[in-house]
């Protein structure tokens, strides 16, 4: 749950949820008031009609029987009585003024100081599903009503008995049911939002390994087309480098090849033997360094087309061939699946960490097996081991351990960085660790897919 709400579509959806919510229930909120203001207004008119007709019937009735009539005419809400006048308020009351319209002249309206004691009980309604209780704000009040024949009446205007009209409605399931649904809604809202940035990240991911993907393609929003063509371009122009980059090594390597085979054919004639067997070592370490920079700089900008492969059947001939060279390696395990990969590149990631290991270990001990639905390749040898400060730097271009500098070693320090180039572009990795019982242990982990590869 943390994770989720850590992300931007977390963050998305909790922001339009609570957006929701809280425009939701103000809407409500006012809604309700609304209503129940509405609802005040009605009865005060009904009220006022209702006051009119009985203060009118009074009227006829004669003066020996009204307060007969009036005990059977009074309903809720409305009581009229006759009786002295009470002490007057300082101004009539908007339901007194109405009154007195509505009758006319030769009546007396008059608001009294002295309201209803139910007046002051509390009279609540209930607002925003039942959550809220608003206190009741019509009509409630007394008047002094003097008749034409000029008798006196007393007029109490009565708050309603309840606020509620009928059992009290459970909301839960309605709220439940509400919350629901826009809890739905601002999900599918997060993520049409953040799919085309999820997208863009994943591209990007895609593109340290494999700068020649498909291009994205220019749909959805106009926001999000314009940062697609924009990702776009810039694959384009560092694939141009690339190209461009690897062009030009191969172009000096391809010359360079010319002036150093002049050289170890001049290098022939020379009459010291010893003097002739160093200068034809480092010629041939220069001529090894720039083969290798060469695969190096292919090895980040491979156009070989991936492909489906047994792992085991490759291994077997990486191994095979190393055998056949004069190297100590042993093969042990299986993987027992199929690897979407490039052929070429894969032997050459392979060959290169069982040639490591031969060169400094003596021997190779392969050792393959499956480990969460990826294929987990590793290679020991029996040399030394390398200092833990050093296992990480290993990787750089040209970086040899200062024990392995030797003629009897060779190596141009470029072996382990062109291995994990290859291996990162198959969404791979490659660790090294010094094994507990001696040597050092190369670990290979294979996908064995890789989307967009």
């Keep these: 749950m943390k994770a989720f709400f850590g992300s931007m579509t977390g963050r998305v959806f909790a922001t339009l949820?609570?957006?929701?919510?809280?425009?939701?229930?103000l809407t409500q909120l006012v809604a309700d008031l609304e209503r129940q203001r509405v609802i005040e207004q009605q009865r005060d008119q009904h009220l006022l009609e209702r006051a009119e007709q009985l203060v009118m019937a009074t009227e006829i009735v004669p003066?020996?029987?009204?307060?007969?009539?009036l005990s059977v005419a009074n309903r809720p809400g409305l009581r009229l009585e006759v009786g002295t006048p009470q002490p007057l308020a300082g101004s009539p009351s908007w339901f007194a003024r109405s009154l007195a319209a509505r009758l006319?002249?030769?009546y007396g309206i008059a608001s009294a100081a002295v309201r209803p004691a139910s007046c002051d009980m509390p009279h609540q309604q209930t607002v925003l599903y039942g959550m809220i209780r608003t206190q009741w704000h019509g009509a409630c009040e007394t008047l002094n009503v003097r008749l034409r024949d000029g008798e006196e009446l007393r007029l109490s205007v009565l708050p309603p008995r309840s606020a509620f009209t009928g059992p009290e409605t459970d909301y839960r399931m309605t709220i439940g049911l509400f919350l629901v649904s826009i809890a739905a809604l601002a999900y599918l809202v997060a993520r049409m939002t953040t799919r085309p940035l999820k997208v863009l990240a994943r591209a990007a991911q895609d593109l340290g390994h494999d700068i020649n993907r498909a291009p994205l393609e220019l749909n959805g929003a106009s926001e999000i087309r314009q940062a697609s063509a924009a990702f776009n371009a810039m694959q384009a122009r560092i694939r141009q480098y690339i190209f461009q980059r690897t062009q030009m090594l191969a172009a000096i390597t391809h010359d360079l090849q010319t002036p150093l085979t002049r050289m170890r054919l001049r290098l022939e004639k020379v009459s010291d033997s010893e003097?002739?067997?160093?200068?034809?070592?480092?010629?041939?370490a220069m001529q090894e360094m720039v083969r290798e920079g060469l695969v190096l700089a292919r090895s980040m900008d491979t156009t070989e087309n991936m492909q489906m492969l047994d792992l085991d059947s490759l291994l077997e001939a990486v191994c095979a061939d190393a055998s056949d060279a004069g190297q100590q390696v042993a093969l042990k395990g299986h993987a027992g699946m199929a690897l979407l990969g490039r052929p070429l590149d894969l032997r050459r990631c392979l060959g290169n960490l069982i040639d490591n290991a031969v060169k400094y270990g003596r021997e190779a001990r392969v050792c393959v097996d499956r480990i969460n639905g990826a294929a987990r390749i590793r290679i020991r040898d029996g040399g030394p081991g390398i200092p833990a400060g050093e296992l990480g730097r290993v990787f750089d271009p040209f970086y040899r351990v200062e024990t392995s500098r030797s003629r009897e070693s060779g190596g141009t320090g470029l072996g382990l960085t062109i291995a994990r180039n290859i291996a990162e572009q198959h969404g791979g990795s490659i660790a090294l660790a010094n094994h507990p019982e001696?040597?050092?242990?190369?670990?290979?982990?294979l996908p064995e897919y890789y989307p967009n590869k």
């Design 17 to 25: 949820l609570l957006g929701i919510l809280i425009s939701a229930t």
């Design 63 to 69: 003066t020996s029987a009204r307060s007969v009539y």
């Design 104 to 106: 006319g002249d030769g």
């Design 275 to 284: 003097l002739q067997e160093r200068l034809i070592g480092d010629l041939s």
């Design 438 to 445: 001696g040597g050092l242990e190369v670990t290979l982990v």
